[in-house]
């Protein structure tokens, strides 16, 4: 129930992704393609009874509130595929009457209006959905579609790491078995029969397994169990795994590289990944003396824990239905993991850093933390954000993958490697404000993206753009001269050595 007060604190906030206006409702169609978008997004309320340029409240007669009832409840049923169920109420606001139509947010994604079109929400207004991506990010979110689930054909338990799947199990069952005097440092040593009759009498290893559905009934692992569990998840599916390279320069298109991840390093299950990952980090990163003392042990120019939590979204979070590897780019200024899928439903670049999670391979999300380091309630984003602030993120729909961007604090130093005393921009991590109605919000969000990242790096190239934003070189022109245009940035330099940075205050 939504009340008098609370609705006239709402209205003239205008309309958004979950909050529609109409005057009147009298075409069912129109009101089914409403619900359609709401189904499909986050859910939301219709108030009819307000107008939607104004915000005027206009209300209803008893005769209008009893014909607004009955369409709004048979464009529910008639027009919107599968039909929803909705609420309605009549609420009085100063003696005029709307009512307030509740539309959930559907389980039986995606939903259709009665033409067979798919409509989602796009800020406060819709739009229509062509994108097989979306579509499939639609089903996941509903549980309809789960590729850690799977059954990956050909699997069998001698598949099995036996050493990673007795750390699981101990620390899966800690309490079990060590009231059965199994010990951490026994685990190894112990048979896994013993082990199995520890947890549950009644199992087989195998019976186990399928018990917590990381083998399914004809023997075959699940991807889940293969990803956790596997001695060569490559074996089975050669793409699952993670590339990482460390360029010289700010491009990936340079021919020139300080190190590759080997392949030999990463074949393995997700927690093998995982290690070398950070290992590779480790060698590849510079460290810095953070205390007085000649001898005091150094710190890595970014904390180690911003890594932990991004590298384990990745690989618990991915898309499983998308061919590639992770991707790790190191550059000069930058670090890039390339994530394949863009990001669950309802789930936003923003929201992520306020700890909301909705798990894509819920399989996984519920039985890898027990191999790999995460808490398993969201807020491994707001730990890695809160410990470095230089961390941006990128829903890509187009290249269909999720972008993590940690930007690194470079020397700056001209061609002679000779200090340049030239001022650096303090860095800058607050969004900046386009002066300009003629963009949309993504477009803002993009820019201001660059922007940020222009003022915490000096002198930046436009490949630099290219390769952070992943848009083509006529896109980044193009946004580039909206912040010149609004005059928030300048080139500076020769076209050789120059680049763009941001205007001062003082010019």
Not at 249 to 258: C, K, L, P, Y
Request: aromatic share 8%; with cysteine.
């Amino acid at each position: 129930m939504i009340t008098a007060n609370e609705l006239k604190q709402l209205i003239p906030q205008g309309e958004t992704t979950t909050v529609q206006f109409k005057i009147r409702s009298e075409d069912a169609y129109k009101m089914g393609v409403e619900m359609v978008a709401f189904s499909n997004t986050q859910g939301g309320i219709l108030v009819v009874g307000v107008d939607d340029k104004t915000g005027i409240i206009a209300g209803l007669s008893f005769e209008e509130i009893q014909q607004t009832n009955a369409l709004l409840v048979n464009a529910a049923s008639e027009n919107v595929k599968p039909a929803i169920i909705i609420a309605t109420e009549t609420v009085n606001i100063d003696g005029q009457n709307v009512i307030v139509a509740t539309i959930p947010q559907g389980k039986d994604k995606p939903y259709k209006d009665n033409k067979g079109i798919i409509w989602v929400k796009n800020g406060a207004d819709k739009r229509k959905v062509f994108s097989n991506t979306e579509l499939r990010v639609m089903m996941q979110s509903c549980g309809t579609l789960s590729a850690d689930s799977d059954s990956v054909a050909g699997s069998a338990y001698k598949d099995i790491s036996e050493p990673t799947l007795k750390n699981f199990l101990f620390k899966r069952y800690t309490e079990e078995l060590t009231n059965a005097g199994i010990l951490a440092h026994l685990v190894q040593s112990t048979e896994i029969e013993d082990i199995v009759q520890a947890i549950d009498t009644n199992f087989t290893i195998e019976q186990l397994l399928k018990n917590i559905s990381l083998m399914d009934e004809a023997g075959q692992l699940t991807l889940s169990g293969l990803l956790l569990l596997g001695k060569s998840i490559q074996r089975y599916k050669p793409v699952f795994t993670i590339k990482g390279v460390s360029f010289v320069g700010n491009s990936a298109a340079t021919t020139e590289f300080r190190d590759k991840l080997p392949d030999r390093e990463v074949e393995g299950n997700l927690q093998k990944q995982y290690e070398a990952s950070i290992s590779f980090i480790n060698r590849n990163l510079k460290t810095i003396q953070v205390e007085k003392e000649f001898n005091s042990a150094g710190q890595l120019e970014i904390p180690l824990e911003v890594f932990v939590e991004t590298l384990t979204n990745a690989f618990i979070h991915r898309d499983y239905y998308i061919n590639s590897p992770i991707r790790l780019f190191i550059f000069d200024n930058r670090i890039e993991i390339h994530s394949p899928g863009i990001l669950p439903d309802s789930v936003t670049e923003e929201t992520i850093k306020q700890g909301i999670s909705v798990p894509r391979n819920q399989l996984l999300f519920d039985n890898a933390k027990y191999l790999l380091p995460y808490t398993g309630i969201g807020s491994g984003i707001m730990r890695a954000t809160k410990s470095y602030y230089k961390i941006f993120f990128q829903n890509n729909i187009a290249t269909e993958e999720f972008v993590i961007t940690i930007l690194r604090d470079e020397t700056i130093e001209d061609m002679n490697n000779e200090p340049v005393n030239e001022p650096v921009n303090e860095p800058v991590n607050e969004p900046v404000k386009i002066n300009t109605d003629a963009i949309s919000k993504d477009i803002q969000n993009e820019l201001e993206s660059i922007y940020t990242y222009i003022a915490n790096n000096h002198l930046t190239k436009r490949i630099d753009i290219k390769e952070l934003t992943g848009k083509s070189e006529a896109t980044v022109k193009r946004y580039l001269k909206i912040l010149k245009d609004n005059n928030l940035i300048e080139y500076s330099g020769s076209d050789k050595t120059g680049g763009y940075r941001i205007v001062t205050k003082n010019g």
